[in-house]
Structures are given as structure tokens and as C-alpha cells.
């Protein structure tokens, strides 16, 4: 009997560990403004979004608070929606004119980081503060 509670409790905490879901809190500062909203998406680490949320601004920062995800790998990227045409605007050369971002504060030479990059662990409640580029 007692090897039978011990064997159960041992599952029980296998399964309390892998089944644990945490919070991921995500700062966004250096905005140029505080016009329009800030698009957020919320990665898995197969590229499929999970969460796509929009945030007002106050004092040039934002703030998102994404809760139950289970641990993995994630990303995040994001852009400055000053005009709230839920599109990205670019200039002749396709080089962005609104700000963005993405997890890690990785940026491109010449376009995106690749998604490797932009990836982080989770495997406890998690702050990314991010800082947008212009």
C-alpha cells in the first residue's frame, strides 16, 4: 500500500509540473506617440499565432498580460498602429515607417530576423520588455 501512494504522488507531481500554465507579461516602450494602438501577436513555436491582441498607449508604452500558456517555446512581434489601418505602413523601399518589434529585441538586416531568433522559453511567469524601433 505504501509503494502504491508513494508511486501515485509521483505521478501527481509529473503531472502538476507538466501541466503547469504561467503568465507572460509584455511591455512595450519607446513609442513615438501615444496616437492609435499597439497589434500584438503571440507565437507558438511552429510559427502558428496563438493570441493576436490590440493595447492602447499611455505615456509611449503599452502593456499585454497573455496568462495560461502552458511551457514552450513562443515569440512575439508587434507594430505601432498610429493611423488604425491594422496595417503595417511602409515606405517606397518597403522599409517601415510606424513602429514594431519583436521578442528578444532582435531586429533584420534587411527585412524580419529570422523566427529562431525571436524565440524564448517559458517555463515560469515571464516579463519581456521590449523596445520598439522606428
Known sequence: MNRFLIIFAGFILISNCTLSQFTVKIEINDLRNNTGKVMLQFFDENEKVLIQETSDIK???CHFV???IMAG???VRYFHDENLNLVMETNNFGKPTEGYGF???V????GMPPFEKWLFTLNKDKTIVLKTVY
Open 73 to 75: 517555446k513562443y515569440a
Open 66 to 68: 497573455i496568462k495560461s
Open 103 to 105: 521578442s528578444n529585441n
Open 107 to 110: 531586429t533584420g538586416t534587411f
Open 59 to 61: 505615456e509611449k508604452s
